[in-house]
């Protein structure tokens, strides 16, 4: 399977832990992105990524929120001392970037994260 | 402000039928591209279909065109043919900037289509 892929697909958690979230985008792709989506709403852009730079970050991603993409190829989002308002899914997407004239994103399955 | 308005929460249509799903946008960057995804009950995003705000024809993949009106702000998405593995969450989306560094996709809060048999 060449598509994204993001793991763990869910994580339950207690408030106040820390949880990491890993995505492995199309290897070719050199932009990867990161969004949140609570249930009946569109995604919500937090952040992304051109190789490992990290070139726009989202007024929602709090202080508590961390983006890395190292080595320009898999990336983590951690969110530290979680809260409730965090249960959401995490999407993770890919595109080619500026050489891809549709600018197409390729998305994963998601991580789905639950607060208690 | 909205960027990405999606009026209908709710559609139905009979299976064989064509439907329209709305969608109105708002943007001042002259260079902006929209987007149609399609989200079954599995939860993942599937890529529909892409016009540029430069295409001078409306976009079309298979059963899926795209109704382009620039001076109206709006790109509805026509399914026509409607099957019944076309029911889900249909979403709107545009990004601005393109050719640029400047990458954020904005998505609109998403219509949910059933079709009846």
């Known amino acids: 399977d060449t598509g994204v892929s993001q793991d763990p697909r869910h994580k339950i958690t207690k408030r106040g832990q820390n949880v990491t979230f890993r995505c492995d985008p199309i290897s070719e792709h050199n932009r990867l992105y990161w969004y949140r989506q609570t249930l009946g709403q569109g995604p919500e852009f937090l952040t992304y990524f051109q190789n490992e730079a990290q070139l726009e970050k989202s007024r929602l991603l709090s202080d508590r929120f961390s983006a890395e993409r190292p080595k320009g190829s898999f990336s983590t989002l951690e969110i530290q001392r979680t809260e409730q308002g965090d249960s959401a899914m995490y999407l993770c997407?890919?595109?080619?970037?500026?050489?891809?004239?549709?600018?197409?994103?390729?998305f994963g399955p998601g991580t789905r994260l639950t607060v208690t | 402000a909205q960027k990405i308005t999606q009026t209908q929460p709710g559609m139905f249509v009979q299976e064989k039928e064509a439907v329209t799903l709305d969608c109105t946008y708002d943007?001042?960057?002259?260079?902006?591209?929209l987007f149609w995804y399609k989200q079954p009950s599995s939860g993942e995003m599937i890529f529909l279909i892409y016009?540029?705000?430069?295409?001078?024809q409306n976009a079309t993949e298979g059963r899926y065109s795209l109704n382009f009106q620039k001076a109206r702000k709006s790109a509805n998405l026509v399914i026509s043919a409607s099957q019944l593995g076309d029911s889900a969450m249909y979403f709107c989306?545009?990004?601005?900037?393109?050719?640029?560094?400047?990458?954020?996709?904005?998505f609109g809060p998403g219509t949910s289509l059933s079709v009846i048999p």
């Open positions: 943007t001042s960057d002259p260079s902006y591209g």
């Open positions: 989306a545009m990004r601005e900037g393109l050719g640029t560094s400047y990458d954020k996709v904005i």
């Open positions: 016009q540029g705000s430069y295409d001078q």
């Open positions: 997407a890919s595109s080619v970037g500026l050489r891809d004239r549709t600018y197409e994103q390729y």
